[in-house]
């Protein structure tokens, strides 16, 4: 059965001349094999990936993931695997990693100066969630940061993102994608350049890109001013597809024969796949942080009790910014966060004592016309006083 695709997209621009990649085209995106239902939830995500790594809670961004047995230069989209061109999403990341088949497809990863790569819970499939940029010779990517609206639990396949409010516009890199603001001006281009993984063009299909890509942090960064913005994600038929770099079926010069894949192939469970409505609907589980140092919600004992007893065994560290199960209980952060909710409720308290003088609500009405929106002039006046 074929239905007319309903294409969403964000920056449609394609490699063309410039890396001598011929188009092929998507076919209509339809799951890759009928598989057993996988639920797709935090709950789900947290019992396959508790054998694999450890659940944290960061005073940035809430409860996050961190691998095991990874190397100490181990780099998201780059370390185990290569991207794959599949006739249904595009290119899709595959991996030899048990655990990739969701973490490279739902959420988002971040990499804290402090605290290295962080996975962020999130519930829309995508073949890879990263940002692209290509000249004539170079081909790149780096994780999709956490954005404003993935960061208030409104998780969309919209690609319209905002990094502390402002529209994304990811030619321009002076905010690198938040990060600055997340980290302060001690961020600069050294430290956004280890977020990309670089690769001459021709080796985009080889079966890893560890003797490829580019090391040097200044080479980097010179690159990504050499470079510009090709991300390009739609959504086809509400699964989401990967427009960004085309792929042609045949071999290229320096590099491995191309193969058009079936999406069955680039995962090790097929079942994951899902459609962008069925990841939509679901409501954030374990509340994020904005990415600033203290702005994690306190988290609840249910949170407490999904998390590890150990830091990640891989380094050991801390930072001050991870917690365990035993050591969030008493996270000096959380005594700020303490503070906060109790001015929140107290000027709600004053809010209401200027709308409600008696302590009484008018049951008439609903609470929309109960707000400051309805106030009287002198009502409008006290309100202003107390924001």
Known sequence: MCRQPIVK??????????????????????????????AIG?????????????WLYSDRWGEVWVPDNVPED???????????????????????YEWGDITF??????????????WIPGYIWSPGWVVWRANNRYLGWMPLPPDDDFLRGNE??????????????FNDTTGYYGYSRWFGPAYDEARFARNWVFIDSGHIGDAGYDGYSVIQAAEVAAIVR????????????????????ELRAGGRPGGQALQV?????????????????????????TPHGTGIANSAPR??????????????????????????????????????????????????????AVLHPQGKADRGRDNGENSAAHASTKDQKNLQSIN
């Open 156 to 169: 969309n396949a919209s690609f319209r993102y905002s990094f502390g409010g402002r529209p994304a516009n």
């Open 226 to 245: 050499k470079t510009h913005d090709v991300t390009n994600y739609a959504v086809v038929n509400n699964y989401i597809v990967n427009r960004s770099v």
């Open 105 to 118: 497809h739902y959420g988002r990863w971040v990499n804290d100066p402090a605290d290295g790569w962080l």
């Open 261 to 285: 894949r079936q999406a069955s192939d680039a995962l090790k469970n097929p079942a994951f796949i899902r459609t962008v409505d069925s990841g939509a609907r679901l409501v954030t589980e």
């Open 42 to 54: 935090f709950q789900t995500f947290h019992d396959r990936l508790a054998s694999y790594g450890d």
């Open 299 to 352: 988290p609840s004992p249910a949170v407490i009790q999904t998390l590890s007893a150990g830091l990640p065994k891989y380094s050991g560290r801390s930072s001050g910014h991870l917690f365990t199960k035993d050591s969030v209980r008493t996270a000096p952060w959380l005594a700020t966060a303490a503070r906060r909710t109790t001015a929140a409720e107290l000027r709600q308290q004053r809010v209401n």
């Open 74 to 96: 181990f780099h998201p989209y780059s370390t185990n695997g290569r991207w794959i061109y599949t006739q249904e999403y595009g290119s899709v990341w595959a991996t030899d």
């Open 9 to 38: 997209t964000l920056n449609a621009k394609l490699l063309a001349a410039a890396l001598l990649i011929a188009v092929l085209p998507v076919t209509s995106a339809i799951p890759a094999r009928a598989q057993a239902e996988i």
